[in-house]
């Protein structure tokens, strides 16, 4: 069985709901990485699409869980902008946002990801994946 904690749905059921301040990030972070790994303990295969943007995140999170698995779905600032399904780029381009990772806030990519997809549709990628989760 898995679990899917969507960064920004998980952000909509915290009270008070976080910020994007640096440190609201922070903290936000290591609870993101906390409750996953609370989920994973157990028993659950832990999903977390999140941008996680800097390294500090995604390590504590690598810290805390019984397993890990990072993806890095790498893709560039063009691409991110064609996909924004939830409209923060063309927010952020009206001034509406601010502290968006790729633009005003620089992400941190991984040093070394379990797994690395390039693009959307990535075979070998989703192959890799699913190998590592089987086992």
């Keep these: 069985m898995s679990c899917l904690l969507d960064g920004d749905r998980v952000r ?11 440190s609201e990030r922070d903290d936000f972070y290591v609870t ?4 996953a790994a609370e989920i994973a303990q ?8 999140a941008t996680a943007s800097k390294r500090r995140y995604r390590e504590h999170a690598r810290c805390c869980a019984p397993e890990f698995v990072e993806v890095w779905l790498e893709v560039d600032a063009e691409e991110c902008r064609k996909r924004d399904a939830k409209g923060l780029y063309a927010r952020f381009a009206r001034g509406e946002v601010q502290s968006l990772p ?10 070394s990801a379990d797994v690395r997809a390039f693009g959307a549709e990535d075979e070998n990628a989703l ?3 699913v190998e590592r989760l089987s086992s």
Excluded: A, W
Excluded at 32 to 35: Q, R, Y
Excluded at 42 to 49: A, C, H, K, R
Excluded at 102 to 111: A, K, N, T
């Design 12 to 22: 909509d059921l915290l009270r008070p709901r976080p910020g994007y301040s640096e």
């Design 32 to 35: 993101l990485g906390n409750l």
């Design 42 to 49: 157990q028993g659950l295969i832990v999903l977390v699409p």
């Design 102 to 111: 790729g633009e005003d806030e620089r992400y941190e990519p991984p040093e």
């Design 127 to 129: 192959e890799l994946l």
